[in-house]
């Protein structure tokens, strides 16, 4: 799909075998963190802490 945005894409997943569906936004195909209530909390966590690609 092409980018939402410069560097990331906003995607619905289907987690547990079907079961629910869950919104995320992926940066740059490496990161892919939950886009929901706590989306601004975990971002800024990111940030500041950084990640690491497991």
Known sequence: ?????IGYQIIDAVIEEGKRKERFLV???LLAVSFDESFFQRRKK???EGYKKH
């Open 46 to 48: 990111i940030i500041e």
């Open 1 to 5: 799909m092409p980018e939402t945005g």
């Open 27 to 29: 940066y740059n195909t």
